[in-house]
């Protein structure tokens, strides 16, 4: 077993030991296959007709205000009330270097890249922080296997940044090494709180490590990143959206539809077999489950250190907070959980909403792994835990499930009559269905872009 390099100064992780050459490369060439692996993993949960269709604001907002105008005026443009910046990028990337029947696929493709780099940085990171060497390992498998991922998450612009809050609570609770890893921690810090304002409700994991000066930038680049969401936030407030509730959602909906969405599909994608499981036993079994979840969740913090009690909390405080924000800033009926428990979770719609909060569901449970791991006693129960999630994330591999862009339209079957109507007719621009195949979701391209062979 690694020794624990945990800092005895604090709660971050830091280590004193020379890092030789040798021992970098593997640990880079380490990174690199995960990120390969992880975005095949990806990419192979989504079938051809998602990966060929554009999705939502992917299209209609991200691509089409590129090719309209242009990567300088749109990539700190406002979009629902904050700043996008990765999706801003990858739509960029996407136009520049994909002609138009492979744009989707390239859109998906980079996407999916997205998740294998947050997976690869999950493994960097939390190697100062965990101290099994397997755990590592475990927590980069999570974003590409969340079991309700490829529900309109995985290969999506817009959902992106679920997976990139996976990142903040470890990368915020390790303290850099050196100076150039601070300054590369820094650059990306920036990129993740300018892509997501919720980043920011992991802000008190900034005191962690605070003493070492090599933190500092990193403190700096994230106050810094925060104070211009916060700005773009008050300037460009976010419009109301509600999905037609009949009342509020209160947080006795919250807390029931977290234990019965989030908190299950951490275990399978099924919510008909839950619902049903409701209707017939009642809510026994979903107490049973929170039951056994909060004496895990105790067991890491009692048991680990220092940096295990800092992320085993921000982990379970964050999926219950990022649930909440998405239940009670977007009100539907279908989130009025008190009301019709059984019916509300069969059909839940928004899965995705649900996917974060699994994700960081499945992260505490390989951090308590990590944790109870020291006590010759608790190892077994530390094995048949990590099995246990490994095995979950395994299963849940090719369970896709039916999404929104698996009816299509592709965006690679409609170049043909786009090309024709450019030519056809004195036109600058021209429309193309995406998923949701309704008004207002349209992705616009420039005709010298559609003509381009």
């Given at each position: 077993m690694r020794r624990s390099t945990l800092s005895t100064s604090g709660p971050a992780a830091t280590s004193g030991a020379p890092v030789t050459s040798a021992g970098r490369l593997r640990t880079a060439l380490l990174a690199a296959l995960v990120l390969v692996l992880a975005t095949a993993v990806a990419w192979?949960?989504?079938?051809?007709?998602?990966?060929?269709?554009?999705?939502?604001?992917?299209?209609?907002?991200?691509?089409?205000?590129?090719?309209?105008?242009?990567l300088g005026a749109t990539l700190f443009r406002p979009f629902g009330g904050y700043l996008q910046l990765v999706p801003r990028l990858i739509a960029a990337v996407s136009g520049t270097i994909a002609g138009p029947e492979h744009l989707a696929q390239t859109v998906t493709l980079l996407a999916c890249a997205g998740v294998g780099a947050v997976s690869a940085l999950l493994y960097l990171y939390s190697r100062t922080v965990l101290r099994t060497p397997v755990a590592p390992f475990l927590?980069?498998?999570?974003?590409?296997?969340?079991?309700?991922?490829?529900?309109?998450?995985?290969?999506?612009?817009?959902?992106?940044?679920?997976?990139?809050?996976?990142?903040?609570?470890?990368?915020?609770l390790a303290v850099p090494r050196?100076?150039?890893?601070?300054?590369?921690?820094?650059?990306?810090?920036?990129?993740?709180?300018?892509?997501?304002?919720?980043?920011?409700?992991?802000?008190?994991?900034?005191?962690?490590?605070?003493?070492?000066?090599?933190?500092?930038?990193?403190?700096?680049?994230?106050?810094?990143?925060?104070?211009?969401?916060?700005?773009?936030?008050?300037?460009?407030?976010?419009?109301?959206?509600?999905?037609?509730?009949?009342?509020?959602?209160t947080i006795a909906?919250?807390?029931?539809?977290?234990?019965?969405?989030?908190?299950?599909?951490?275990?399978?994608?099924?919510?008909?077999a839950v619902s049903t499981m409701i209707a017939d036993a009642g809510t026994a079994p979903i107490v049973a489950l929170t039951v056994v979840s909060v004496a895990v969740a105790v067991a890491a913090i009692v048991s680990g250190q220092a940096a295990h009690r800092w992320l085993v909390s921000a982990t379970v405080l964050g999926a219950a907070a990022l649930w909440a924000a998405a239940l009670l800033v977007t009100p539907a009926d279908g989130f009025l959980f008190t009301q019709g428990l059984a019916d509300h979770v069969a059909h839940f719609g928004p899965i995705r909403y649900a996917t974060v909060s699994s994700g960081f569901l499945l992260l505490a449970l390989v951090v308590t792994a990590d944790a109870i791991w020291g006590h010759?006693?608790?190892?077994?129960?530390?094995?048949?835990?990590?099995?246990?999630?490994?095995?979950?994330?395994?299963?849940?591999?090719?369970d896709t499930g039916h999404a929104g862009r698996s009816d299509g339209p592709t965006i690679t079957s409609q170049v043909p009559a786009a090309r024709e109507a450019c030519a056809?007719?004195?036109?600058?621009?021209?429309?193309?269905?995406?998923?949701?195949?309704?008004?207002?979701?349209?992705?616009?391209?420039?005709?010298?872009y559609v003509e381009r062979r």
């Open positions: 192979s949960r989504l079938d051809p007709e998602q990966r060929a269709t554009l999705w939502a604001e992917d299209g209609r907002d991200f691509v089409s205000a590129y090719f309209v105008d242009g927590l980069a498998a999570v974003p590409p296997l969340i079991p309700t991922a490829p529900r309109e998450a995985l290969g999506t612009m817009n959902n992106l940044h679920s997976f990139l809050l996976l990142l903040v609570p470890v990368v915020l050196s100076w150039w890893t601070s300054a590369g921690t820094a650059v990306l810090v920036v990129a993740v709180v300018l892509s997501d304002t919720q980043a920011l409700l992991f802000a008190p994991l900034l005191l962690a490590g605070i003493r070492d000066r090599r933190k500092w930038p990193v403190v700096a680049a994230f106050l810094a990143a925060g104070a211009a969401q916060v700005a773009t936030v008050v300037a460009f407030p976010r419009p109301a959206i509600s999905y037609g509730a009949s009342g509020p959602v909906d919250v807390v029931v539809g977290f234990v019965s969405v989030p908190l299950t599909t951490v275990w399978t994608t099924r919510l008909d010759r006693l608790r190892r077994a129960v530390a094995i048949a835990l990590a099995v246990a999630v490994a095995l979950t994330l395994v299963v849940h591999h090719h056809s007719g004195n036109r600058r621009t021209v429309g193309l269905r995406q998923a949701p195949d309704r008004s207002p979701w349209v992705v616009t391209l420039p005709c010298a």
